[in-house]
């Protein structure tokens, strides 16, 4: 017999998961809210670590249709073995990392990635005796040189939060590989449209649901995806007895985010580089930060493992940046000045490098320098949403003079 041919990413988005109900014939799922499951004496246990395909329902911190749903969908789009979900991205990507380090191992972490990362990292790890190092992960030699022999684990995001810079995720896989070490991605700004790590050589990915790829700013979640084996262990010893469980009502929301997910990217990709092509020209704006532009310092290494860049663009004004938010916090009318992102709505916020610099990422010398080089003092982080592009010119146009 020949395998079937691999559904389209779109095709998957809509149908993985998600057969038709065969109890109620209903054609979109039910929310299963129960928080415990009819088990069978013989084939479940008291304890998660009885845990088995044969009886994955028994109690709803342990997982439920909808999430275990919600993962089946998400294994597929990641191109992976299995996925587990979590109440947030933080909880994710915090149960992979104490789930993943023990005392005595050492992460290299990127220096510049998601602030509650980074302060988990320097402020909480250390006190589970796991050692860290931050190296600039777009500089290989200095990842390189961050190694260590009780190296384990090597968290890179990309593109990173809040500057957008990229990191070559083959590369740096084999790097984690040649010191047998494991490689991390946080890839919540590409999202699956755009770059796959676990084809690329990463052994584990994490997403924040609660961005792109839920899409619409009204549900937390979170999730790793990786092998089957490696999930296992992290459902029973991160997930279930750290208990950050995701929600079915959020799993149920970010399912239906997911149909639409490759035909939002496009969009946001469209209006991103159409925005930050026009800021590029604006009189008022130093310097503007997106993969999508030539400008771009790693435009090469977007193209080759970006196959959409996404929605995420950073901006730099000439007159002083905290003057300039006010005046955006005042004046835009589709944009709006707030965290977050990955949502329909666009928005914006100013980032004071110097106060983000000596609290979430504490760099100094070299690393603060090349930081300063890509980035500049004072930028704009920018979500571009779904709105109509000439009403998201229209505005920043108006609230810029
Ligand atoms: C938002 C975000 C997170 C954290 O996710 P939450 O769902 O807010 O906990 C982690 N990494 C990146 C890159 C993010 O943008």
């Known amino acids: 017999m020949s395998t079937p041919r691999k559904r389209a990413f779109s095709t998957r988005s809509i149908h993985s998961g998600e057969p038709v109900d065969p109890s109620t014939q209903a054609v979109e799922p039910s929310l299963v809210l129960s928080t415990n499951f009819v088990f069978d004496p013989d084939t479940a246990g008291f304890s998660a670590e009885t845990l088995d395909d044969k009886t994955p329902n028994v109690y709803a911190r342990w997982s439920t249709p909808t999430v275990r749903a919600l993962e089946v969908k998400l294994a597929d789009l990641e191109d992976a073995e299995d996925a587990l979900c979590f109440a947030s991205g933080m909880g994710a990507i915090s149960a992979l990392l104490l789930g993943t380090l023990r005392g005595g191992d ?18 909480t ?15 290989l030699d200095a990842v390189a040189a961050a190694i260590r022999p009780n190296t384990k684990l090597l968290w890179a995001e990309t593109p990173c939060n809040p500057i957008l ?16 070490a494991l490689l991390g991605v946080d890839s919540t700004m590409a999202t699956p449209v755009a770059t796959k790590p676990l084809s690329l050589g990463a052994d584990l990915v994490a997403h924040s649901l609660t961005k792109y790829l839920n899409g619409h700013g009204d549900a937390l979640g979170g999730v790793i995806l990786g092998g089957r084996e490696r999930l296992s262990k992290l459902r029973q010893g991160a997930l279930i007895h750290f208990g950050g469980a995701l929600s079915p009502f959020n799993a149920w929301l970010i399912r239906r985010g997911l149909h639409t997910l490759e035909l939002r990217m496009k969009a946001h990709q469209e209006n991103a580089l159409c925005v930050a092509a026009y800021l590029e020209s604006h009189p008022a704006i130093k310097r503007v930060i997106y993969p999508g532009l030539p400008s771009h310092p790693q435009y090469e290494l977007a193209k080759r493992q970006m196959h959409n860049m996404s929605g995420m663009l ?65 930028i704009f982080r920018v979500s571009i949403g779904l709105e109509a592009l000439e009403d998201l010119c229209a505005d920043l146009d108006q609230a810029l003079s």
């Open 314 to 378: 950073t901006f730099q004004t000439k007159e002083d940046g905290v003057e300039v938010a006010r005046r955006f916090y005042r004046k835009l009318q589709v944009f709006t000045y707030a965290v977050s992102l990955g949502k329909q709505r666009s928005l914006l916020f100013y980032i004071p490098t110097e106060e983000l610099l000596k609290s979430s990422f504490s760099l100094e010398g070299a690393a603060l320098e090349s930081y300063r080089d890509f980035a500049g003092d004072g």
């Open 125 to 139: 790890l250390p006190g589970f005796g796991i050692e860290v190092t931050t190296a600039n992960f777009s500089d």
């Open 106 to 123: 050492h992460l290299v972490l990127s220096d510049v990635c998601y602030a509650g990362v980074a302060e988990l990292a320097r402020n």
């Open 165 to 180: 810079r990229l990191t070559d995720i083959a590369a740096v896989a084999e790097i984690a590989h040649t010191a047998g």
